[in-house]
Nanobody, 115 residues
């Protein structure tokens, strides 16, 4: 089992920045992908960004050039630096980890961007 805990959400004005963090614990060996997804009210959960154990990144088109995902030195943490935030970025952001084909999820952290 893998446990994920997110932090760093909050309220920010449009154009501002936030940095989300996620720490994995438990059976963290062989986690090969970590990522961030988000779910806005009334919408389905969507991909924001992922990073592999080899530091290959992937981004949703809507956040390219504004968000940056990275992994910590110990590889059991992931960060999402969010710049130039827009009201449409408002959502609950979930940390995800994939290990041996199984997805694990955190409980989410709320990001609210005011106009």
């Amino acid at each position: 089992q893998v446990q994920l805990v997110e932090s760093g959400g909050g309220l920010v004005q449009a154009g501002g920045s936030l940095r989300l963090s996620c720490v994995a614990s438990g059976s963290i060996f062989s986690i090969n992908v970590m990522g961030w997804y988000r779910q806005a009210p009334g919408k389905q959960r969507e991909l924001v960004a992922t990073v592999t154990s080899g530091d290959i990144t992937n981004y949703a088109d809507s956040v390219k050039g504004r968000f940056a995902i990275s992994r910590g030195n110990t590889k059991n943490t992931t960060y999402l630096q969010m710049n130039s935030l827009k009201p449409e970025d408002t959502a609950v952001y979930y940390c995800q980890a994939k290990r041996w084909g199984i997805n694990y999820w955190g409980k989410g952290t709320l990001v609210t961007v005011s106009s």
